[in-house]
């Protein structure tokens, strides 16, 4: 019984979680444009979904910044972590504190103050301003998830392989990198999804002219979505699907094999 | 892609120096064998003053000036009175406002104490529902622990702003909901436009960031402790009282952490399902920043919240020093 109250709890919990997103992927085969009404199954919004530029546009500058944002602040994060690992006791929480700071600010305050700077230093903002803004609020989650592999790593594997002749620059590459290895690519996960999903830090660096998916949907919401962005997000939701379902199969099978 | 204006001087100067600097470095770094580590995070140093240091002080530099850029506490001012500018015209015509019937106004400070409050009960709300989800998934004799983390994670890459739209055709009054209960016999209920719906929102939103480290520290808990008080006499609840529930404290935290800070400032979600009638405190600040165009108090009250924010911030650690709890990564 206790049994079944609890399986019962955790499925409404699921199924409160998941009936907005089984709406909108339903709300993009609908044939009509509205939002309440269901007139019949339809591929319409996905082909015009093609030839929509404001999307298109908006999905490039999604997935590109999201991109070079990820691989900028996992190269800056993952130097950072390297170099405060081996810091001082003091300087190190000194850095520990700064890195805090982007993470426990509320994203209004972080984009209002990025704002701020770039109109301060007449910066036009647009597409650059975004992405600065992305690798800022990326880069402490990327040394975040790198530094607890650091500390697992043996103290002495670095200094070993400068005594026996590699130079810095070697044994980075080949000492400390393949050990921390999957903490940089958690951490450019990480990044990569973040900025994929920002709105707040977005819509205050960034001009109207140049729109991500998410302050393009804001500026629709007013008159209302148009279905065919509910085309692509249940497209890029089954995309994402599909590769974790992937992921998940490889790394069970590679389970097996060890 | 046409429409992106070419990088004014400002960006360019950012990217290049910044792009030199690393150069330098590497250079550097080739020729000098016996260079330390440290010097690794320089690029990241660089990054955070000028981008999170800079910006910081930039916001107290507005927050403290006028319009003008002399030194000034009016914003403050303005954010304790609303009529405080008008209230201050008056003054200088010779009239005085409490005459007139302009007492002060504290509309910013209720919009904060409404954000503070709506917040709360979100917390509030997410620990109740989100503690006994953590606590079963995290059951020794429950095998999908992992698989329910994904489950929570999957509707994240739905885009949130989407998420929060899709709740407002099921709460419109020709929503999914009404629907439901007209056919149903009971009539349309008003669900929109209203606290309760932007709580939902909320709390939808916010959900699995209670989950996730309170799901955490469980998993990670010695099942032979509480089994151990149970050995020892204590029944099924005195053993979730005295070991269980003490032991999961620092993700309690945590999470508290990581849904009260989004929810005091959120500001998509009550502008959708509220409508306009619950402005909150993110509202106000995007409000005034960007329709109002008062930078000075828009500053101001990014201070406040910055402030309030801290202080919780440190309240919290007091309980949970070390950061066990850990984020979700």
């Known amino acids: ?258 | 892609m046409s429409n992106l204006q070419v990088p004014a001087w400002g960006t360019w100067v950012m990217l290049v120096g910044f792009v030199a600097f690393i150069v330098l470095l590497v250079i550097y770094f080739k020729r000098n064998h016996g260079l330390k580590r440290p010097i690794f995070s320089s690029p990241y140093t660089l990054w955070i003053i000028v981008f999170t240091i800079v910006p910081c002080l930039l916001i107290a530099y507005y927050a403290f000036t006028d319009v003008n850029g002399a030194f000034t506490l009016d914003n403050f001012k303005n954010f304790w009175d609303s009529n405080y500018d008008m209230n201050k015209e008056l003054i200088a015509m010779g009239f005085n406002p409490a005459d007139m019937g302009f007492a002060r106004g504290t509309v910013n400070v209720d919009t904060l104490g409404y954000s503070l409050w709506m917040a709360f009960l979100c917390t509030v709300i997410c620990l109740v529902l989100g503690y006994p989800t953590a606590h079963i998934m995290a059951e020794r004799d429950f095998k999908l622990g992992p698989t329910l983390v994904v489950l929570f994670v999957i509707p994240m890459w739905m885009n949130f702003l989407l998420r929060t739209i899709a709740w407002m055709s099921l709460l419109e009054d020709n929503g999914l909901i009404n629907g439901l209960l007209e056919w149903l016999g009971i009539g349309k209920v008003q669900l929109m436009y209203n606290s309760g719906a932007v709580l939902l929102g909320m709390v939808y939103n916010y959900l699995p960031f209670m989950v996730f480290p309170i799901y955490n520290v469980l998993n990670k808990m010695d099942y032979k402790l509480s089994e151990a008080a149970m050995d020892l006499g204590c029944d099924k609840w005195k053993t979730f009282y005295k070991v269980t529930l003490p032991l999961s404290l620092p993700g309690v935290v945590s999470g508290i952490t990581m849904v009260f800070m989004p929810a005091v400032t959120t500001f998509f979600i009550p502008r959708m399902l509220g409508g306009g009638n619950t402005e909150m405190f993110g509202d106000l600040i995007e409000r005034t920043f960007l329709t109002a165009n008062n930078w000075n108090v828009g500053s101001a009250l990014s201070m406040i919240m910055m402030v309030l924010i801290l202080l919780s911030l440190g309240l919290l650690r007091k309980v949970d020093p070390e950061g066990e709890g850990g984020s979700m990564i």
């Open chain 1, 1 to 258: 019984m206790m049994k079944f109250i609890k399986r019962f709890y955790l499925s409404i919990i699921l199924l409160f979680l998941y009936v907005p997103i089984v709406v909108l992927i339903v709300q993009s085969f609908n044939a009509g444009k509205s939002r309440a009404k269901w007139e019949g199954f339809s591929f319409r919004w996905y082909q015009e979904l093609f030839n929509d530029p404001a999307i298109m546009q908006a999905l490039y500058v999604t997935i590109s910044i999201a991109i070079l944002a990820a691989i900028v602040s996992t190269i800056l994060g993952t130097l950072a972590a390297i170099g405060i690992h081996a810091m001082q006791k003091r300087p190190q929480s000194l850095m520990m504190t700064l890195t805090n700071i982007p993470m426990t600010m509320p994203d209004i305050v972080t984009g209002i103050s990025l704002m701020l700077l770039f109109i301060f230093t007449k910066v036009e903002r647009g597409y650059w301003t975004m992405l600065l803004a992305h690798i800022t609020f990326d880069t402490p989650y990327v040394i975040l998830s790198v530094l607890p592999k650091l500390k697992q790593m043996n103290k002495h594997s670095y200094e070993a392989a400068l005594d026996l002749g590699a130079t810095p620059t070697y044994a980075l590459f080949h000492v400390i990198l393949p050990e921390i290895m999957p903490g940089v690519i958690t951490g450019a996960m990480l990044a990569f999804t973040l900025s994929l999903d920002d709105f707040t830090i977005s819509y205050f660096t960034t001009s109207p002219l140049v729109q991500n998916l998410s302050t393009l949907i804001y500026s629709q919401a007013r008159k209302g979505i148009k279905p065919t962005m509910n085309a692509l997000s249940a497209l890029m939701f089954m995309a994402l699907l599909l590769l974790l379902l992937v992921v998940n199969r490889r790394s069970s099978k590679t389970e097996v094999k060890n």
